[in-house]
C-alpha cells in the first residue's frame, strides 16, 4: 500500500519566500492508500548555509502546525527542511520528502539598510487620475556573486524588470492592504536576472488602490497618499557571505512612457508609440529623465504577506465574435471572468482600439448600466511596426463579453489567435472539487467557484466589476465556510483579519462595513460586525489553528464588549442601522434592505450566536474565566431573545424564512418541543412559497443547514431543484456562469433589474456550496483542522450519484456514492419502485480518521482509520 508525504508547508504559506516568521510552524500533507495507518514520529532534516544537517527525531503523532525545532531564522537565512514520518510498530515509514526551502524576509525596519521611498521630480496630479511613473537605476556588478534577493513594494503597484526580464510573475503587486496600518512588500529570487558588471533595475508604478478613485457615487482619490513612489533594496550575496545593498534612493532616474492612465475602475490607456525600448536595460540614453527625491515613509508598517500573490492562474480562450443590435463588434468568452485581455495586433500607426469589458447583454447590446461609474475600458494604441503583444498592468476587469471598437482587421483577423481572456487572482491552492448526476447542480458549484476566483483578488471582494469592488464584511460572514473548502484561505484570510482588527480599532471598536476602510467611520452592525468573530471561527474549523484564532481573540473581544450598541436588556440599541437580511427576494430593487424579517430580530439572533462563539473560542484558548463569562452572557441573552421574538407558544414574531432559519440553528427555543414545531412551521413556509428561495444574506446560508439538522433535507434538496426565480438553478438556467448579487440580477425576459445593485458575480447566495459539500457531498470536520472528518452522505434531489474531494491538511479526503436499480425479482424491497442499493466509497488520508454514517441507519457510525472503503445500503429509499 502506498504512503509518501506530499507537500511541506511552513505556517499558512503556499511559497515560502520572503516570508514574516522567524520559527515558521511546518506541516506535511500526506497522500497513499494505506490502511489505519497512523504517525507516532517524525524525523526533521534542517540544513542552513554553512553548516551541517541538523536531524531530529520527535516523537509526535502530530503533523500540522509543528514547532519550529531549531534556533529562529534570520532575516534572509535560507533553510531547506525535509521530513519523514514513522508509523506504529509494523507499519511504514514514510520516504524522506522533497526538501523545501524557507527563508524569512526582512523582518525589522533596519534590514532595509538605507533604502528610502522615491517619487519622481515630476509634479504629481491633482484630483485627477495620476500617470504611472517609470523609475530606473544603473549599477555594477563584480564578477562573483552567489544569489540576489529583491525586496519590493511601491505607494501604489508595480512591475519590475533587471537588465530587461520581468522579475518574477506577480501582478497587481503589493495589492490591497489598509496601507495606513499596514503595507506589504514582496521577496524575488533575482539572482538569474543580474549579470556581472553593468546592470539596471527598472520599475513602473500605477497609481493602483493607494492613490486611485474608490469607492461609488464618483468614489474618492488618493486615500492613502497623492503620489506614486518606490521602495526597494536590491541585495546581492557574495560567496563569502558579505553583501553589497541597492537601495532606493535620491540616485534614481524617474520618467513617464506608453502607459497613459492605468486604474482600478476604468481601465488603461497604453500608446505604444511612446515605448522606450531597453529603458530598463545598461546603455540606455537616460539624459532626458528627472531625478527623484525621497519621501517620509514608516517602515514599521511594512511586512512581509501572510497571503499568496495574485497572478495569471488560466487562459480563456475566445469563444464568439458577433455583432450587436447597432452593429458593434463584441466578443464572447464564454464565461464570466476577472482580469484582462492579451492581444496581438499589427495595424497602422495611430490608430486606437478601445475594449469596453461587460458581464452580459441586454436588447442586443453590452449592458454598461451595471457598472455604474465604472468605465471599464481599455485603450491600445498601435505603434505601427511589427505585430505588437499587450495586455494592462495595473488595473482588471470582470466581463464575460467586450465590445472592441477600432480593431484592424484588415491587417489582423480578430480570432483566438489575437485576443485571449487572462484570469487573475490570488493564486490559492483549489481544495474542494465536486460534481454530481444532475448537470445544473454541478453547474452551480461551477458557478461558486468561478465567483470567489473572481471576487479573492488581494482581499474579498463583493465583486469585481463596478465602482467598488470592496471587502464587505457580511458578504465574507455569510460564505466564508464555503471558502474554505473550496481553497486554502488560511494565509488570505489571515492578512485580511489583520488589518480587520486594525481598521476595527479606530472605528470605536466595531469592524468597519468594508476592509480596508475606504468609507469612513462605519456604526456598529450586525452580520458585518459579527465577521471579526465568525471568520476566524471558521478558519478555525477548517485549519485548527490557535495561534491564528488567538491573533484574532481580541478583536472577537472588543466586538462584544465594546462595539456593540445595546438596549437596557443587552439587545441591539433599536435606534442602530442595520442591514438586516440584506436583498430578500422580495426587497424592492431600490431598496435592498427592505426585508420581509424584522432587522433587530436578524440583529439580536446573530448578536447571540457571536457571544456563544467568543465562549467557545476563549473556552478553546484556555481562558476559563472568560469563558465562563460569555457563556452566562450567552444564556442571559438568549432568554431576553425569547421573551422579545417568541410567544410563550414559541411562534416567532416574524414567521418567515429567515425569521425562523435564524433561531432554530443557533438554537435559540426554549424546549425541544417548540423547536421542533417551529421546524415544522419552517418546512410549511417553504412549501407554500413552492420551494422557492425567501432569504437575504442573513439567511441564505444557514437556511440549508438548519433544515438538515431538523431532518428536512429533502425539503432543501426541493429548494435547490427550483429553477424558477428566486432559487439558485434560476441563475443556471439564465445561462449565468457565476453566481448573482440578487436572486433576479437578470429578469426571466431578459432585462435587467432595474436596481442599482445588479452584479452577476458575487458570491455570497453562493454560501450554498457548505450545505453541498456537507450534505451531498457527506464531508465536514468532526474537529477542527479535519484530523477526525465526519462522513455523512444523505442522498435525495433525484441525484443518481455524486463526488466530492477535499485537500485537508492531511491529505486528499473524498466520497463517492451512486445509486443502483434493482433487477426485477432479485430482491424484494418495501417499496420497488423507490429503493436502491446505495453504495459509497470513501478515502481517509493517513494519520487522520472519520466516522462514516450510512443513510438510513441509526448510532454512532463507524470510525476507521486512513484508506479506502467501501459501504453499500441496501433497500434504500430516498427522498
Not at 836 to 858: C, E, H, K, M
Request: hydrophobic share 35%.
Amino acid at each position: 500500500m502506498a504512503l509518501s508525504i506530499s507537500q511541506v508547508f511552513f505556517e499558512h504559506h503556499r511559497s515560502a519566500l520572503g516570508i514574516g516568521e522567524s520559527t515558521p510552524r511546518i506541516s506535511w500533507r500526506f497522500q497513499g492508500n494505506v490502511s489505519d495507518w497512523e504517525q507516532t514520529a517524525y524525523n526533521l532534516e534542517i540544513r542552513r548555509a554553512g553548516q551541517d544537517a541538523d536531524i531530529l527525531r520527535i516523537n509526535s503523532s502530530d503533523s500540522v502546525l509543528v514547532p519550529w525545532p531549531s534556533s529562529p531564522l534570520t532575516s534572509g537565512e535560507e533553510a531547506t527542511v525535509r521530513v519523514q514520518s514513522i508509523g506504529h510498530q509494523g507499519q511504514p515509514k514514510t520516504p524522506w520528502s522533497d526538501s523545501v526551502t524557507v527563508e524569512p524576509g526582512l523582518l525589522s525596519p533596519k534590514d532595509w539598510q538605507d533604502a528610502a521611498a522615491i517619487v519622481s521630480d515630476r509634479p504629481t496630479e491633482v484630483n485627477q487620475t495620476h500617470r504611472p511613473i517609470y523609475f530606473r537605476k544603473d549599477f555594477l556588478l563584480d564578477e562573483s556573486y552567489a544569489s540576489a534577493r529583491l525586496y519590493i513594494t511601491a505607494l501604489g503597484l508595480y512591475e519590475a524588470h533587471i537588465n530587461g526580464r520581468r522579475v518574477g510573475d506577480h501582478v497587481l503587486a503589493p495589492g490591497w492592504q489598509s496601507f495606513t496600518y499596514r503595507h506589504e512588500y514582496n521577496t524575488y529570487d533575482v539572482t538569474d536576472l543580474l549579470r556581472p558588471g553593468a546592470n539596471t533595475i527598472g520599475v513602473t508604478v500605477g497609481e493602483g488602490w493607494y492613490s486611485g478613485r474608490l469607492g461609488f457615487d464618483g468614489g474618492q482619490r488618493n486615500i492613502y497618499g497623492d503620489t506614486l513612489g518606490l521602495l526597494s533594496l536590491l541585495v546581492i550575496t557574495q560567496p563569502d557571505g558579505s553583501k553589497t545593498y541597492i537601495p532606493t534612493d535620491n540616485t534614481w532616474q524617474s520618467g513617464t512612457g506608453p502607459i497613459i492612465t492605468s486604474e482600478i475602475y476604468d481601465g488603461e490607456r497604453y500608446d505604444s508609440r511612446l515605448e522606450q525600448k531597453g529603458w530598463a536595460e545598461p546603455g540606455f540614453n537616460s539624459t532626458d529623465w528627472l531625478g527623484v527625491h525621497e519621501v517620509s515613509f514608516p517602515k514599521e508598517k511594512l511586512a512581509a504577506p501572510d497571503a499568496p500573490p495574485v497572478r495569471r492562474v488560466e487562459e480563456h480562450r475566445l469563444k464568439d465574435v458577433f455583432l450587436s443590435a447597432s452593429g458593434k463588434t463584441v466578443l464572447d468568452f464564454g464565461q464570466n471572468l476577472v482580469g484582462w485581455l492579451r492581444i496581438r495586433v499589427k495595424g497602422p500607426r495611430g490608430q486606437t482600439i478601445k475594449f469596453l469589458h461587460t458581464e452580459v447583454m441586454e436588447d442586443g447590446e453590452v449592458a454598461t448600466r451595471p457598472l455604474r461609474e465604472a468605465k471599464a475600458t481599455d485603450h491600445f494604441t498601435i505603434a505601427g511596426d511589427d505585430v505588437q503583444e499587450w495586455e494592462p498592468s495595473f488595473t482588471f476587469h470582470g466581463f464575460r463579453y467586450v465590445q472592441v471598437d477600432g480593431w484592424p482587421d484588415d491587417t489582423t483577423p480578430l480570432d483566438q489567435d489575437s485576443i485571449t481572456a487572462v484570469v487573475v487572482h490570488t493564486d490559492m491552492e483549489q481544495t474542494g472539487f465536486f460534481e454530481c448526476s444532475n448537470p445544473l447542480i454541478t453547474k452551480l458549484h461551477e458557478n461558486i467557484l468561478w465567483s470567489m476566483r473572481g471576487n479573492f483578488l488581494s482581499i474579498p471582494t463583493d465583486c469585481p466589476q463596478r465602482d467598488e469592488r470592496l471587502g464587505w464584511t457580511g458578504d465574507i460572514n455569510a460564505f466564508s465556510r464555503t471558502a474554505n473548502f473550496l481553497y486554502d484561505t488560511a494565509g488570505f484570510l489571515r492578512g485580511w483579519l489583520k488589518d480587520a482588527y486594525s481598521e476595527q480599532q479606530n472605528n470605536f471598536y466595531a469592524p468597519p462595513y468594508v476592509i480596508p476602510n475606504i468609507l469612513g467611520q462605519a456604526p456598529p452592525t450586525s452580520i458585518w460586525g459579527d465577521s471579526i468573530i465568525a471568520v476566524p471561527w471558521q478558519l478555525y474549523q477548517t485549519y485548527g489553528d490557535k495561534v491564528m484564532l488567538r491573533e484574532q481573540y481580541p478583536g472577537a473581544k472588543d466586538w462584544i464588549d465594546k462595539g456593540v450598541s445595546r438596549n437596557e436588556i443587552g439587545l441591539w440599541n433599536r435606534s442602530t442601522a442595520q442591514f438586516g437580511d440584506w436583498l430578500d427576494p422580495k426587497a424592492p430593487a431600490d431598496s435592498p434592505g427592505d426585508a420581509t424579517t424584522n432587522k433587530y430580530l436578524v440583529s439580536d439572533a446573530y448578536l447571540i450566536h457571536s457571544t456563544e462563539l467568543l465562549a467557545n473560542i476563549s473556552s478553546i484558548l484556555s481562558l476559563d474565566s472568560q469563558a465562563a463569562n460569555y457563556t452566562h452572557s450567552h444564556a442571559t441573552l438568549t432568554h431576553a431573545f425569547q421573551q422579545t421574538w417568541l410567544s410563550p407558544n414559541g411562534t416567532v414574531a416574524n414567521e418567515t424564512q429567515t425569521g425562523l432559519a435564524l433561531p432554530l440553528y443557533f438554537s435559540l427555543f426554549p424546549t425541544l418541543s417548540q423547536s421542533s414545531a417551529a421546524a415544522t412551521r419552517l418546512v410549511n413556509i417553504i412549501k407554500s412559497n413552492a420551494y422557492r428561495v425567501g432569504t437575504g444574506f442573513a439567511g441564505t446560508h444557514l437556511l440549508g443547514h438548519t433544515l438538515t439538522k431538523y431532518g428536512a433535507s429533502s425539503t432543501f434538496y426541493q429548494m435547490l431543484l427550483q429553477t424558477d426565480v428566486p432559487s439558485w438553478l434560476y441563475q443556471v438556467r439564465m445561462n449565468g456562469t457565476t453566481t448573482w448579487e440578487r436572486w433576479d440580477s437578470m429578469l426571466p425576459n431578459g432585462t435587467i433589474n432595474p436596481g442599482s445593485m445588479t452584479s452577476f458575480n458575487h458570491y455570497s447566495v453562493g454560501s450554498v456550496g457548505s450545505w453541498i459539500h456537507a450534505v451531498i457531498g457527506g464531508l465536514t470536520p468532526a474537529e477542527p483542522g479535519w484530523r477526525e472528518v465526519n462522513v455523512d452522505v444523505i442522498p435525495g434531489g433525484e441525484l443518481r450519484n455524486a463526488s466530492t474531494r477535499f485537500l485537508s491538511p492531511y491529505g486528499e479526503i473524498s466520497t463517492k456514492w451512486w445509486l443502483e436499480d434493482y433487477e426485477p425479482g432479485s430482491i424484494t424491497c418495501n417499496n420497488t419502485l423507490t429503493d436502491f442499493l446505495f453504495r459509497l466509497t470513501v478515502q481517509v488520508p493517513p494519520n487522520s480518521y472519520a466516522t462514516v454514517r450510512l443513510p438510513g441507519g441509526t448510532g454512532e457510525g463507524k470510525r476507521v482509520g486512513s484508506g479506502v472503503y467501501e459501504f453499500e445500503v441496501p433497500c434504500l429509499t430516498v427522498n
